[in-house]
């Protein structure tokens, strides 16, 4: 009897913190849609950085793509965004933020395509999918469940990016999304996709001897990444 208490005791206390961290395997076809697809709107979110910051290696490499998945398995691409706090000025402007506002602009545009009301937007974001090619910080994250979006879909880790020398809140988005139970949406989320290709965006900026993304080379005096057309 007491033996089964103890170890009742310590499984409940370490149990749920084990799984807690235990992420679906990236390749398995969740919610309908497969990797090949997964993997097509995460490298969007990559090619994000040339098409908003005109580089494919800024410092900043975070970038996200938002699509709608409910209409088609192959999902239809509503907006993208970019790291923007260097451009703008504004700290708060990661690459998920900067998306979230770009597609609230896009659904309400009065002249676009959805002209939806603000109310229509908010609720807009149920149907819709965050692909981002590093997992999110804890604003974002948050941001995230705040949205209400269907699934969140990240690449590189936190982890990975604090190993690799990048200054992070150490709070994965998983505890962000267990926190969050009296929200009013629940949000599917998956992580690791991709991350042969995503890693690379963040490996090279603390680590000279790292290979620059495809399409830069170093700078002259080796301590970062340009775009090779400049
Ligand atoms: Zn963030």
Do not use: Q
């Given at each position: 009897m007491h033996f089964s208490i103890c170890l009742f005791t310590l499984l409940a206390g370490l149990l749920p913190a084990a799984l807690a961290v235990v992420l679906a395997d990236p390749t398995l076809m969740i919610n309908g849609v497969t990797f090949p697809t997964r993997a097509h709107w995460m490298r969007q979110a990559n090619e994000a950085l040339s098409e908003?910051?005109?580089?494919?290696?800024?410092?900043?490499?975070f970038g996200t793509v938002i699509v709608n998945?409910?209409?088609?398995?192959t999902g239809e691409l509503i907006c993208m965004g970019v790291n923007e706090n260097s451009k703008t000025?504004?700290?708060?402007?990661?690459g998920e933020m900067s998306a979230i506002k770009n597609c609230t602009a896009i659904l309400t545009?009065?002249?676009?395509k959805y002209r939806m009301t603000a109310s229509e937007a908010e609720d807009a974001f149920a149907d819709l999918t965050l692909y981002t090619n590093a997992e999110s910080c804890p604003m974002c994250a948050s941001a995230i469940r705040w949205a209400g979006f269907r699934e969140y879909v990240y690449g590189t880790s936190i982890d990975t990016l604090i190993q690799k020398g990048w200054g992070q809140?150490?709070?994965?988005s998983i505890q962000i999304f267990e926190a969050?139970?009296?929200?009013?949406t629940q949000s599917r989320l998956m992580g690791n996709i991709l991350i042969n290709e995503t890693d690379p965006y963040f490996l090279w900026q603390y680590d000279p001897t790292y290979p620059c993304p495809h399409g830069c080379s170093r700078t002259s005096d080796g301590t970062s990444c340009e775009a090779s057309f400049l």
């Open positions: 908003i910051s005109g580089s494919p290696c800024p410092f900043a490499a998945h409910t209409a088609s398995d000025g504004n700290p708060s402007l990661h545009d009065p002249h676009g809140i150490r709070m994965p969050s139970f009296d929200l009013p």
